[in-house]
């Protein structure tokens, strides 16, 4: 928070005030922070819903030929139209108020955070309006500045002087600034592998050369140097959005396999080699089964006609740590299957991840989105 604030010069608006919206690497939670650098105590209005942003795509888009993209695309979230003093703190000079926050749980749809996109937030009130007829002509004209405030100036008594309108604001300056490299996220992730062998099958290891070529192959087809073929081959997964939830760990969470293959694929179906991989505003978070150390035999594979499915559904509880989720917001959700090579049946490595990615949407407790205030040191002790 203080590295983003540092990046601004200067005293900030006419109260003495800095804000600043940043980004990280992707799906890791955008910053919201706000520093008093004046003397005296600024009343804030603390709601989360009080910031929208504008997603303006780059120039060499195709979307941004669009007069509507040029305006941008607006994330935002339903702004009150007053404020309760529950909602309301006085930071002190010196003091930052901040909050980390996902900014896919504000746009409708979050593919349009790409590398190069612009973001203009804002934060506040927005101005009043009405219409009225001049001239012959139905015309829109602002109102007067009038409360709710976005931050309010307090006196030395810790007053508000509601009558001196340059001791309120209805919204704070925010400078502008553009997604790096690491947008989509989507780009960054391994390609699902294609096929393998069958533990059954004579010719293992020409099976897994296979396997390779194909994987070869679609790496190709990504990039744009092979024909624009999207038929898919040999064995795939997939893992279901789980939605939106307020508690995770309650849920299941199921993959299913497809053979898109010629031919009959036996796997090791077993939940211990499903791994699954959650992007979001915490991070980076790893769930998945511990081994049991049984071996495998021949109960343990499945086999699998072409075109046919077959589904493992695991307890969230089982594979995941208690309190891997604790932060609101919308995470992405990668399915990762491995079963280790076996030299005495001859099958080899099997590493296949998910087509696509899968969301969840963890709904925070009510009361549960504040913001941190961080007083300055000499308040603190």
């Excluded at 913001?371 to 308040?379: F, G, Q, T, V, W």
Aim: glycine letters at 6%.
């Amino acid at each position: 928070t203080k590295e983003l604030l540092s990046t601004i010069s200067g005293p900030g608006d006419s109260l003495g005030l800095v804000t600043a919206v940043g980004s990280r690497a992707s799906d890791l939670p955008w910053i919201f922070a706000v520093e008093n650098r004046g003397t005296a105590t600024i009343r804030l209005s603390a709601l989360p819903q009080l910031l929208s942003f504008r997603v303006i795509p780059p120039a060499d888009s195709a979307s941004s030929e669009s007069s509507s993209a040029k305006e941008g695309i607006l994330c935002e979230k339903a702004r009150p139209t007053s404020i309760s003093t529950k909602a309301e703190l006085d930071l002190p000079p010196g003091g930052i108020l901040s909050f980390p926050f996902d900014p896919r749980a504000w746009c409708d749809d979050p593919a349009i955070l790409t590398q190069g996109s612009r973001i203009e937030s804002f934060y506040g009130f927005p101005v009043k309006t009405k219409k009225r007829w001049k001239r012959g002509k139905l015309i829109t004209e602002d109102l007067p500045p009038s409360a709710p405030w976005a931050a309010s100036q307090l006196t030395e008594d810790g007053a508000l002087n509601q009558d001196d309108l340059d001791s309120h604001l209805l919204s704070l300056d925010i400078e502008a600034f553009t997604l790096d490299s690491t947008y989509p996220l989507e780009q960054l992730l391994p390609l699902p592998a294609s096929s393998f062998s069958s533990p059954s099958a004579p010719a293992a290891q020409n099976d897994a050369e296979d396997s390779l070529s194909s994987a070869k192959t679609k790496t190709e087809k990504q990039s744009g140097s092979a024909p624009h073929s999207r038929k898919k081959k040999g064995l795939h997964i997939s893992v279901e959005n789980l939605g939106l939830t307020s508690r995770p760990l309650a849920r299941t969470i199921t993959v299913t396999f497809k053979n898109y293959g010629p031919k009959t694929e036996s796997i090791m179906l077993r939940r211990e080699n499903i791994s699954y991989e959650f992007q979001g505003p915490q991070g980076h978070i790893s769930c998945g089964m511990p081994p049991q150390g049984a071996p495998a035999r021949p109960s343990s594979y499945v086999s699998l006609k072409p075109g046919q499915t077959r589904s493992l559904t695991t307890r969230m509880a089982e594979a995941c740590a208690t309190g891997s989720f604790t932060t609101p917001g919308r995470y992405s959700i990668n399915a990762r299957y491995e079963v280790p090579a076996d030299e005495e049946r001859r099958v080899p490595e099997v590493l296949i991840t998910s087509d696509r990615t899968a969301t969840m949407t963890l709904r925070g407790k009510k009361g549960a989105e504040q913001m941190r205030l961080y007083l300055p040191e000499s308040e603190s002790e």
